[in-house]
């Protein structure tokens, strides 16, 4: 606790210093485009922007021509995250499924809820932050590659940002919705609705969402056992404008996870349940020539709770829960002089991860056996980002630094003296120096656009990468065991970007390589002794040498006629270590295609999509060849005016051809959903 107060009473005492060195952050132009880079849409053409980011919007039912664009508009979040051209997601069931930027999985990503830091209370990665918002709360996820993410956090791979929708004190007085939808496969059922209130004074959003699913069926009619799920969420935003410029929101969200079943895993869940608050406070005008300050606090608590109580045939019982607590805020402003846009910010977090086993003997006679895969771990981080961005003529350059301390605590004397049978001069505390700094060009040429740059940054090894304790991985069928004295990852990243926008036409390339020293991985360490019953072996958390990641992209996009548009996108990966050994989980050649009709309130969109055979898999890691397929789904929607009001009707067909298949993200190969109809009504009140 003395730490706690130490941490928070320096940040307000360096509350004011950021309104020296917060310099100014550019307005985000594409917010209103849906999964595009700001540079490829020919609308904005005019605009020099830097940022190498994907905006995804998800459907509003304030925005009503969006709404019904969406091929599924009350999908869930992983689904629209799925679809986007930089993100993958790693699946263990049917829920929760785990988001990948380049090729990297949340250890290497700064993942935010409105900038609000939040890290999962599952040992497994059974409940990812994408898993406690839904679609219905959300207006867009911003998606930014590498180091151009570092304004939320120190990380390798980039940054996801998730955004609550907000009415923002627009004049639409009383506004609501009810929505509902149903998919043949797993029976699912989804039932919600909103209600907001908003002036030029003061408005109020609330939504709720039900969700429920039962087991669903692979391509070819075999159910996968343990595949359901059932999910409420609550959430609430309010803004007061006390000034002409100045205001006040506050934003909550509940949600609970209840009967979620995860077929490639051995063990299911029985709650998962979060609680997000925040309170923020901002101002137009600020002093002198800052401008855009903001000021955030917030709070989140997390609980999972893992159970194989409805597995039969278990060798031993356990339960294994979780508790995940965040305290932190931010502080940013900008400032705008001649030809430079500065962008300032300081935040800090601090967190408390715990997580518990307890294995129940089937033999009465026997004892429980009880330890901590987390043992009561504090983490507390301070970091500071700066940003210029120097606009000429025909380019752009943006610079940026972020300086950030993080400590480390373990405190439970139990568990620490459970680390330190494997490290006996393991210390308490530790403290950590994490950098970032990028240097990013856009130049525009005539029609093309081209953009280029290179960034450093490192990281500090996550919880379980430092301190977990005996944590067993399904997938290469191992125990894990935490190294409290990993060095810090570091990466050096390159990056081209060229665009060629014409009037109807659009055609872009982009690569990043990844260049990682101290990459962190479970190496198989032969002299431990396993604790789960069935497992191959103990690995350890270690520092490879280096690893090199690749990713290219070709994205092109054409308007065909009025409301006839074609886009298509192809893309390859790479992930090789020191030794040239495959990293686990790197993506296939990978293509999709789409014709998207929309006329008046008409809309349609027939999408092909697919992988190659993958042939770099990782041995080592538990991976094995997935063979390629290719997918056609169809998707048909109208809007239809009752008294004034918008009913939005979609149905569809997904996976037309009920093609068996899985791919190389799905753990211990779990079958994806075969042919599965839906259909959605969404009810808009004005």
């Not at 190498?52 to 091929?71: A, D, G, T």
């Not at 538990?622 to 009001?645: C, Q, V």
């Amino acid at each position: 606790m003395k730490l706690t107060y130490s941490f928070w009473g320096g940040l307000g005492r360096l509350h004011f210093l950021v309104c020296i060195l917060c310099l100014g952050h550019t307005l985000l132009y594409q917010q209103n485009i849906q999964a595009q880079d700001p540079i490829t849409s020919p609308i904005i053409d005019s605009i020099l922007t830097v940022d190498l980011k994907e905006v995804i919007v998800i459907s509003s039912y304030k925005r009503s021509i969006e709404h019904s664009s969406q091929p599924k508009p009350l999908s869930t979040l992983d689904q629209y995250l799925e679809s986007s051209k930089k993100v993958s997601m790693l699946k263990r069931g049917a829920y929760a499924w785990d988001p990948m930027l380049n090729d990297m999985t949340s250890e290497r990503l700064s993942i935010t809820i409105d900038g609000m830091r939040i890290f999962g209370a599952c040992t497994d990665k059974m409940d990812p932050i994408t898993s406690y918002v839904d679609v219905s709360n959300l207006s867009d996820v911003h998606v930014e590659s590498g180091q151009q993410g570092a304004q939320h956090g120190n990380m390798i791979g980039g940054a996801l940002d998730m955004r609550l929708e907000k009415s923002n004190f627009k004049p639409l007085g009383w506004t609501g919705a009810v929505e509902t939808g149903y998919e043949t496969n797993n029976i699912a059922q989804i039932m919600g609705g909103e209600l907001n209130y908003s002036d030029r004074k003061f408005y109020m959003d609330t939504d709720i969402i039900y969700r429920k699913a039962e087991n669903y069926t692979a391509g070819g009619g075999e159910e996968v056992a343990y595949s359901q799920y059932e999910k409420y969420n609550l959430s609430a935003n309010a803004g007061y404008h006390i000034s002409e410029d100045q205001k006040l929101q506050a934003s909550f969200i509940f949600d609970e996870a209840r009967d979620v079943g995860y077929p490639a895993l051995p063990m299911d869940v029985s709650l998962a349940r979060a609680f997000i608050g925040s309170l923020s406070w901002e101002q137009s005008d600020f002093i002198g020539g800052l401008t855009n300050w903001e000021t955030k606090i917030y709070t989140n608590t997390v609980t999972h709770i893992m159970d194989d109580s409805q597995r039969p045939n278990v060798p031993i019982r356990m339960d294994m829960p979780g508790w995940s607590d965040t305290y932190g805020l931010y502080s940013q402003a900008k400032l705008s002089l001649d030809h430079h846009t500065f962008f300032g910010k300081i935040d800090g977090y601090y967190n408390r991860s715990l997580a518990e086993m307890t294995m129940y003997p089937n033999d009465p006679n026997q004892q429980e056996m009880f330890m901590l895969t987390w043992p009561d771990v504090r983490t507390l981080n301070a970091g500071i980002y700066l940003e210029d961005r120097i606009t000429l003529r025909e380019d752009v350059i943006k610079l940026s630094t972020r300086l950030a301390f993080q400590a480390f605590k373990i405190a439970d004397e139990f568990g620490l003296n459970s680390l330190r049978i494997f490290y006996p001069d393991m210390e308490q505390r530790q403290t950590r120096a994490l950098k970032s700094v990028s240097a990013h060009y856009h130049k525009r040429f005539k029609k093309w656009h081209i953009n280029g740059g290179v960034a450093y940054g490192d990281r500090a090894p996550s919880v379980s990468e430092g301190f977990g304790f005996y944590l067993f991985n399904s997938f290469d069928n191992h125990d894990y065991i935490g190294h409290p004295e990993l060095k810090n990852e570091k990466a050096l990243e390159t990056s081209i970007k060229i665009t060629l926008p014409l009037k109807d036409v659009t055609v872009s390339m982009e690569g990043n390589h990844f260049h990682t020293w101290n990459y962190i991985i479970g190496e198989i360490h032969p002299e431990l002794d396993v604790m789960t019953i069935g497992a191959d072996g103990i690995k350890v958390y270690t520092n490879l040498e280096y690893a090199n990641l690749y990713n290219l992209s070709l994205d092109m996009g054409c308007q065909i006629t009025s409301g006839l548009d074609w886009s298509g996108l192809i893309s390859y990966h790479r992930g090789t270590d020191h030794n040239g050994r495959n990293l686990p989980f790197i993506s296939p050649f990978t293509y999709r295609s789409q014709l998207k009709y929309t006329k008046g309130g008409f809309s349609a969109a027939l999408t092909l999509s697919g992988a190659m055979a993958q042939t770099n898999f990782s041995p080592d890691f538990g991976e094995d060849r997935t063979p390629a397929y290719t997918l056609l789904s169809l998707s048909l929607g109208k809007t239809f005016s009752i008294g004034g009001n918008n009913l939005h009707a979609k149905t569809g067909i997904e996976n037309l051809f009920d093609t068996y298949y899985s791919t190389y993200s799905d753990w211990n190969n779990i079958p994806r959903m075969g042919r599965n109809f839906f259909m959605t009504l969404s009810y808009a009140i004005n």
